[in-house]
């Protein structure tokens, strides 16, 4: 599957964004998607992930109740919604595909394809 971000830019601290991310290639309805982050000097961390037919999720306990994953399948594409932002939100935000959900920690390995990247800038 090929991955696709958009939506990234730079905002003020408290401001919100939608990622998106378009798949292309096998059905999309059969991945479980995820979307991770690498700040500059740190390593790539997990943010959320959505089962393949979008009725579980889990977040980063870092961005439980600022953050929202969801999918459309019918247009192969699925989102993250981040609110009230703040500077150690910057980063570049990648999104991933997997074969199997599960609710507990997500590794790197663990994902097969990912997209180059969408940069989010958040300016205090």
């Known amino acids: 599957v090929q991955l696709a971000e958009s939506g990234g830019g730079s905002v003020q601290a408290g401001d919100s964004l939608r990622l998106s991310c378009a798949a292309s290639?096998?059905?999309?309805?059969?991945?479980?998607m995820a979307w991770w982050r690498q700040a500059p000097g740190k390593e790539r961390e997990f943010v959320a992930a959505?089962?393949?037919?979008?009725?579980?999720?889990t977040y980063a306990d870092s961005m439980k109740g600022r953050v929202t994953i969801s999918r459309d399948n019918a247009r192969s594409t699925f989102y993250l919604q981040m609110n009230n932002l703040n500077a150690e939100d910057t980063a570049l935000y990648h999104c991933?595909?997997?074969?199997?959900?599960?609710?507990?920690?997500?590794?790197?390995?663990?994902?097969?394809?990912w997209g180059q990247g969408t940069q989010v800038t958040v300016s205090s």
């Open positions: 991933a595909s997997t074969w199997a959900y599960h609710g507990g920690k997500y590794s790197e390995r663990e994902f097969f394809s």
């Open positions: 290639g096998r059905p999309f309805s059969d991945y479980v």
């Open positions: 959505i089962s393949e037919n979008g009725g579980n999720s």
